[in-house]
Structures are given as C-alpha cells and as structure tokens.
Nanobody, 127 residues
Framework: VQLVESGGGLVQAGGSLRLSCAASGRTFSSHAMGWFRQTPGKERDFVAAISWNGGSTGYADSVKGRFTISRDNAKNAIYLQMNSLKPEDTAVYYC?????????????????????WGQGTQVTVSS
C-alpha cells in the first residue's frame, strides 16, 4: 500500500499550490483521509480531513477559508487546494488514510487514528 504526495514546492506569500495524494495497493474510497503537516522539531499537526464520500470536511483553524480538501474516489486520490499561502504554512505535508469506519460523516483530526501515511511533500512559502 502506498500513498504518494505531489505538488509541493516554493511559492511566494499570497500564492497557491495544489497538493495531490495518489493511493495504490488498495482502495480508500470507503475511508476517511486527511492532510497533516510538520516542521522540524515539532509535532505533526492536523490540516484537513474528509469523510469517505466527501460529504463532510474539517479544517484546522489556521487554514480555514484558505485551504480546501477534496477527493476523487474513482481515482483513489485526495487533494488539498491551498490559497493565500503564508510563510507559516511552510512545512512537509503528509496525506494519510484512516481505516476506521464510523459512518458517512466520519473523519478524525488526530494523527494517531490514521493507519497509512505518505512520504510527504515540502511546501515552502517565502515572504
């Protein structure tokens, strides 16, 4: 099973990036998925999550109104559209899959609930 992130890079403050996460080895179309980010020496922080059918989403307060999570179950992929980027958004971004099933609106904001992780993609926002 693999989760592979792409789309990271260097962008100026105020710019946009779209991260993608492609899953292979099994389907995650029935499971919630999420994005987390981490900077050196810090814990991995929740960014956004989405229920299995896309009907329910959640965001960290720091990214609400700027980031949008979405998924395409036919492609076994999720996305993170990041707009109005700030230097404090600089981090390695990870996608993750949660094998727990607790209803069509379920998703978790806790990293410990996730079972599969990608290798991460670096996002750097310059001021």
């Amino acid at each position: 099973v693999q989760l592979v992130e792409s789309g990271g890079g260097l962008v100026q403050a105020g710019g946009s990036l779209r991260l993608s996460c492609a899953a292979s080895g099994r389907t995650f179309s029935s499971h919630a998925m999420g994005w987390f980010r981490q900077t050196p020496g810090k814990e991995r922080d929740f960014v956004a999550a989405i229920s299995w059918n896309g009907g329910s989403t959640g965001y960290a307060d720091s990214v609400k109104g700027r980031f949008t999570i979405s998924r395409d179950n036919a492609k076994n992929a999720i996305y993170l559209q990041m707009n109005s980027l700030k230097p404090e958004d600089t981090a390695v971004y990870y996608c993750a899959a949660d094998l727990t099933y607790d209803g069509p609106t379920y998703y978790s904001t806790r990293s410990g609930e996730y079972h599969y992780w990608g290798q991460g993609t670096q996002v750097t926002v310059s001021s």
